[in-house]
């Protein structure tokens, strides 16, 4: 008997953790997009990367622009390593907020508490 490790297709709940308002999602115009990719979005003169929240249908995919909390942990980790600076700075200035337990440029509790020597005045 072999064990094969069967994996269930993406789903919007395994992205999209929590958001403030379910009608702030919008549908934006991508062909070939698989559900986890990461997609430019404009508006107001702004681009700014966004990840899939669906398949492409039609022409057009879902994404939630704005506040709401994004699990990076199930996507293509090459794709998000290759975008992680991207997506945080872009999503901090919208709400948005990237969870993952990939490794970032941020310190460790470990390394922000380093030992402080003290001085004595003479």
Known sequence: MTTEKQTQPLRLGDILKSEADS???DYIKADNVKIGDIVTYSK????RKLIALSNSEHG???IQP????????????????QNLQDLISQ??????????KLETDKPTVE???LPVEETVPV
């Open 66 to 81: 704005r506040n709401c909390v994004i699990n990076l942990d199930v996507l293509d980790q090459n794709i998000v390593y």
């Open 111 to 113: 390394e922000s508490n």
């Open 23 to 25: 009608n702030s999602r």
């Open 91 to 100: 999503g901090d200035k919208f709400g948005i907020k990237y969870i993952s």
């Open 44 to 47: 107001g003169g702004n681009q």
């Open 60 to 62: 057009k995919v879902l």
